[in-house]
């Protein structure tokens, strides 16, 4: 029985603070041919961001050409930054098998599933274990303003609304359980049967 080689397009998604980033990073080490789609961004790098390696960080000038050039497979204003997937390189590391990661809000999410000429994708939201512990968590991280957490609380109010939109759930409470009913969810997809092209004989 043949087996359809293309790669897995996971869409992890959720409000900002949810900790998708540190669930992605894990799989990643976890599974090496996950691979995670280098987005661009007109935000400045943080420290420690490498250009290239965290984000290719662009000016508005030239992401504003990439918008003109139909490079983006999904782009968002994401807190007053722009970002963007870059098309092609996700496009050729799923033709090469690779497992291909989109760590994206959830408007660009949404939008990538609703593209008819996108293929076949599992979408995974990540979601807080409470409303208040979300708050927390932004206050805790210590990077914003209380403006900024007010804004970001009131995105996710939005974006929580839209659950239903995607094929998955994960409540990130404890990460190693979150892990692994994300592990759970891709064991399973593996053996969707769009993956297999049976060879059926001539009667
Ligand atoms: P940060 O600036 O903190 O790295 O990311 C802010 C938010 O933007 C996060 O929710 C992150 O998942 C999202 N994000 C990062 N890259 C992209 C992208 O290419 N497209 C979209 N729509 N969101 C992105």
């Not at 280098?38 to 935000?43: A, G, I, K, L, Q």
């Not at 590391?93 to 076949?120: F, R, S, T």
């Given at each position: ?126 979601l807080p274990p409470s409303y208040a512990l979300l708050e927390k968590r932004l206050t805790a991280r210590k ?61």
């Amino acid at each position: 029985m043949k087996i359809n080689r293309k790669g897995m397009l996971l869409i992890v998604s959720g409000p900002s603070g949810v900790g998708k980033g540190t669930l992605v990073e894990i799989l990643r080490k976890y599974d090496p041919n996950f691979k995670l789609s280098c987005s661009v961004t007109t935000r400045d790098p943080r420290p420690g961001e490498i250009d290239g390696v965290h984000y290719h960080f662009i000016t508005d000038a030239e992401y504003d050409r990439m918008l003109a050039e139909d490079a983006f497979l999904e782009h968002a204003v994401v807190h007053d930054n722009r970002y963007g997937t870059l098309r092609k390189p996700v496009e050729e590391m799923l033709e090469e098998g690779k497992n291909v990661i989109l760590e994206i809000d959830p408007q660009g999410a949404i939008a990538v599933m609703e593209n008819p000429n996108v293929g076949p994708y599992v979408s995974v939201f990540i979601l807080p274990p409470s409303y208040a512990l979300l708050e927390k968590r932004l206050t805790a991280r210590k990077t914003d303003q209380p403006e900024v957490i007010r804004r970001r609380m009131k995105n996710a109010r939005i974006e929580l609304a839209k659950l239903d939109r995607y094929q998955y759930a994960i409540v990130n409470d404890k990460i190693d359980v979150a892990f692994d009913q994300l592990l759970n969810i891709i064991k399973a997809e593996k053996q969707r049967t769009i993956r297999y092209m049976p060879e059926i004989p001539e009667d």
